[in-house]
């Protein structure tokens, strides 16, 4: 039993790698949702155009999080909301010593383990607001924040 029918909703999926959308595509054959192979940080979607977006692992592995967030709020649609599940720099303490001499060749592998949410959602604060902002494993180094857009 399913918790809820995805074909009764219009769902969009992005990707930048092909290997990952056809799995995707695989995964929910017979589906109703949308696969478009896209970035994330430069999306040829129309603005306004989701009530839901949900980025899991996204905003850690893309070159440039605060582009890719912007994204997300110009496609969202006011007072929609951003599900974001994704690792960050712990809350006030910041990175220790060994994570932050790590960084860089964890960069390398393709994902930052020291993007500091609370400086990216100041860059956002006259479009956006937060509404929960979970710490879910790893001390709060992986966190659930939803936020919330400002009908502007």
Known sequence: ??????????????????????KAREKFKGST???IKMDAQEMSLQDNQFDVIVGSLVLSV???ADRCLKEMLRVLKPNGEVV???????????????K????PFIK????????NFEELCEKNKNTTYIKEDTSLMLRGMYRKIVLGKINV
């Open 1 to 22: 039993m399913e918790l809820f029918d995805h074909n009764n909703l219009m769902i969009t999926a992005i990707d930048y790698s092909d290997d990952m959308l056809n």
């Open 33 to 35: 949702i949308q696969f």
């Open 62 to 64: 893309v070159p440039d």
């Open 84 to 98: 974001i599940f994704d690792k960050f720099a712990p809350k006030e303490k910041g990175l220790s010593r060994i």
């Open 100 to 103: 932050k001499a790590i960084r």
């Open 108 to 115: 390398l592998l393709g994902t930052d383990i020291g993007i």
